[in-house]
C-alpha cells in the first residue's frame, strides 16, 4: 500500500460498479475501464486526504497556542479553507460525473479527463476569489490552493504514463511532499515558528533525497542507455560528445546534485535551496531543449529534397548546390545552438549577469553587428548560389533552351570569374566595415596600388583591354577557327588576357590579346568554298562549265556533305590564261566551318567527273632538245642500251 494512502471498504466500490455496470449500455470493456477509473480516483482522493491529514497533525498545537490566545478567527479562516477546498473540488468532481454520466460515446477516459479539469478549475477560480485580500493568512490559504490543484493535476499525468508502477509511486510522492511539504507547510510554519519550520523542513528535505536517490540509481541503466541511443546523426556532432559524457555519469551528477541541494536547504535555508534547484533543474531543461533543436537541425539536415521537383528539374545546378550547402549549414547551427546553451546556463547560475551585459551599449552594439554580419554572410551565399548556378545551367546543354552558342558560352564564362571576384571583394568591404573598420583608406589605397601598376604593367592593362573589347565586338568564339598573330588554329580558351590557339599539328599558341592586330575568323556565320580549275587549252569551255555543274549536282545530292552546303554554284567563269592552263573559278557558299571539307569532297567529284567526260587538267610537261647544227641537222645523241631484253 502507498504510505500516503487509506483503505476504501471494497463493498462500497463493488455496489458503486454495479451500479454502473447494471446499466444496458454497459459493456464488458466498459466496466473494466470504469473499474480502473474508479479505483485511480479512490486511491487518489485517500491518498490526498491522508497527507493533508497527517501534515495538519503537526499545526494542533500551533493551532491550540492560537485559539487560547483568543484569535479564534485565524482558526476559522484556515478550517474554511481547508473545508472549501475540498467541497468545491469534490462537489465539482461529483457534478461533473453525474451530468456526464452513461454518455461513454466520447470515451470514458476522456470524460474522466475533462471532469477533473473542470473541477480543478472551478475551485481555482472560487477559492482565489475567496482569498484575494492581502494577509499571510490568504498567502498561505493561495498558496495551499496552488499545491492542492498543481499536485493533483501532476499526479494524475505521472499515473498516466507508461511507467514501471514503483518508479511513478515514487514520482507521485515526491511530488506530494515537495508541494505540500515544501512549497506550502515549510513557508507557513515559518511565518509563526521558526523552530518547528526549519524542523519541517529538514524532514521535508530528507525525505525528497532519499527518494530521488533511490528513483536515479533505480533507473541509473536505463536512462544511460537511452542517452547513448542518441547518435550523432540525430542530434548533431556538437552535443554527441555531450550526451556520452552525461550517458556516463548522470547518475553520479543527479546524487551530487540532490545532496548539494539537500544540504544547503538544510544549513542555508530554503532560498539558497531553492536556487540551486532552480539552476539545476533550468539547466537540466536547457540542455534537454538544445538537444531538441539539435535533433530536429540534424532531421532537417539529413532530408534529401530541398526544392521541389519541378524547380530541381528546371534548375539542375541550383538543386545540387542547395542540396550540397545548405546540410552544411543547418549543421554549423550546432555551435550557435551550444554557445546559447552556455549562455543561458551561465546567467541560470547567476556567474555573469547575461542581462546586464546583453542591455549595455556594448552588449547591444556587439549583438547588432553579429546580426548584420550574419546577415551579411548570408545574402552573399544566396547571391553566389544563385549566380554561379543560373551560370551553370544556361552552359548546361540538356535543360533550357538547349546547348550554348559559342559567344555565349565565353560570355558566361569571364562572367563566372568576374562575378566570383565581385562577390567576394564587396563582401569583405562590407564585412569590414561592419566590424568597425574604416574602409575609406583602404579603398584610397587599393587606388593607389591601381594607378601603380596601371603604369608598371601597361602591358598588362592592354591586353585586358583588348580582350574585353574584342568580346564586346563578338570577334571570337570558341572553337572558332582564327587567324591571329600570324596564327591560325582552333580557339580553345578565351580569357580577358589571352587567347589559346591549336594549330593543324596539335600544338598550343598562347597569344597575348596585345600582340594582335588583326583578327581573321574563319567560322562566323558562313564560309565559301574557292576553286579554282584549270583545263587544257584545247578543251571547250562550255562543256567545262557544264561538268562543273554536273558535279555541284552529285555533290548535293549524293555526298554526306550535302546539308553542309548553303547555297547555289557561283560560277565566276574564266579567271586566267595561264602558261598552260585555262584556269575557271567557282564559289560554294558553306555552313561556318564546313568550307575545307566541302571543298575537299568537291574536288574528288571534279576529278571523277572530268576524267569521264575526257576532259584534260593539264599538268606541267618537260621537252628534252639536243640542239642542231646551221645546217639544220641534230647531232647524234648519245645513246646506250643499258640492258637488253
Known sequence: MHPYSCQYPLSLQTSWLQTQGSRPCCSASYRIVLLRCNTFFIRSVCGVHGMVISELKQLVNDFHTLWMSGDQAIFFQFVSLIIAVFLVYYGALALGNRLLRGRHQL?????????????????????????????????????FLWVFL???????????????????????????????????????????????????????????????????????????????????????????????????????????????????????????????????????????????????????????????????????????????????????????????????????????????????????????????????????????????????????????????????????????????????????????????????PLIAGAGVIGLAVGFGAQKLVQDIITGIFIQIEDAIHADDYITAAGISGTVERLSLRSIALRDLTGTLHIIPFSSVDLVSNFTRDFGYHLGVYGVAYRENIGEVIEQLHVAYDQLINESELADAVAGPLEMDGVTALDSSSVNIRVRIRTAPGMQWAVGRAFNRIVKETFDEAGIEIPFPHMTVWFGEDKAGNAPPAPLRILKEE
Request: hydrophobic share 60%; charged share 10%; with cysteine.
Open 107 to 143: 470515451g470514458f477516459e476522456a470524460t474522466a479527463v475533462s471532469v477533473r479539469a473542470l473541477s480543478f478549475g472551478i475551485g481555482w477560480l472560487s477559492l482565489t476569489i475567496m482569498f484575494s485580500e492581502a494577509s499571510a493568512w490568504h498567502d498561505m490559504a493561495r498558496r
Open 150 to 440: 498543481t499536485v493533483g493535476i501532476l499526479g494524475r499525468g505521472v499515473t498516466r504514463l507508461p511507467w514501471p508502477t514503483t518508479f511513478k509511486w515514487h514520482l507521485r510522492a515526491l511530488l506530494v511532499i515537495a508541494g505540500y511539504g515544501g512549497f506550502w507547510l515549510v513557508p507557513s510554519l515559518l511565518t509563526y515558528n521558526s523552530t518547528l519550520g526549519w524542523l519541517l523542513n529538514g524532514i521535508v528535505i530528507a525525505a525528497m533525497v532519499v527518494l530521488v536517490v533511490r528513483v536515479v540509481w533505480a533507473q541509473r541503466a536505463i536512462v544511460k542507455s537511452l542517452l547513448l541511443s542518441l547518435e550523432t546523426a540525430q542530434v548533431g556532432f556538437v552535443f554527441a560528445g555531450v550526451l556520452h559524457l552525461v550517458a556516463s555519469v548522470w547518475h553520479w551528477l543527479s546524487l551530487a546534485a540532490a545532496f548539494g541541494v539537500g544540504v544547503a536547504s538544510i544549513a542555508l535555508g530554503p532560498s539558497v535551496a531553492g536556487f540551486l534547484g532552480l539552476a539545476i533543474a533550468q539547466t537540466a531543461v536547457f540542455l534537454a531543449v538544445a538537444l531538441l533543436i539539435s535533433r530536429a537541425v540534424e532531421s532537417c539536415a539529413a532530408l534529401q529534397a530541398f526544392m521541389p521537383g519541378s524547380v530541381a528539374t528546371r534548375y539542375p545546378a541550383v538543386a545540387k548546390r542547395v542540396s550540397k550547402w545548405v546540410p552544411r549549414v543547418l549543421r554549423a547551427l550546432h555551435v550557435p545552438i551550444a554557445i546559447l546553451f552556455a549562455v543561458a546556463v551561465v546567467h541560470a547560475w547567476n556567474v555573469l549577469h547575461v542581462e546586464a551585459i546583453v542591455s549595455s551599449p556594448l552588449g547591444l552594439s556587439v549583438l547588432e553587428s553579429l546580426a548584420n554580419i550574419l546577415l551579411i554572410l548570408l545574402l552573399t551565399g544566396v547571391v553566389w548560389l544563385l549566380v554561379m548556378s543560373w551560370i551553370e545551367d544556361r552552359l548546361n546543354p540538356d535543360i533550357g533552351q538547349g546547348a550554348p552558342g559559342s559567344r555565349e558560352k565565353t560570355l558566361l564564362t569571364l562572367f563566372k570569374n568576374a562575378a566570383a571576384i565581385a562577390i567576394v571583394v564587396m563582401a569583405s568591404m562590407i564585412l569590414l566595415a561592419e566590424l568597425g573598420m574604416n574602409i575609406g
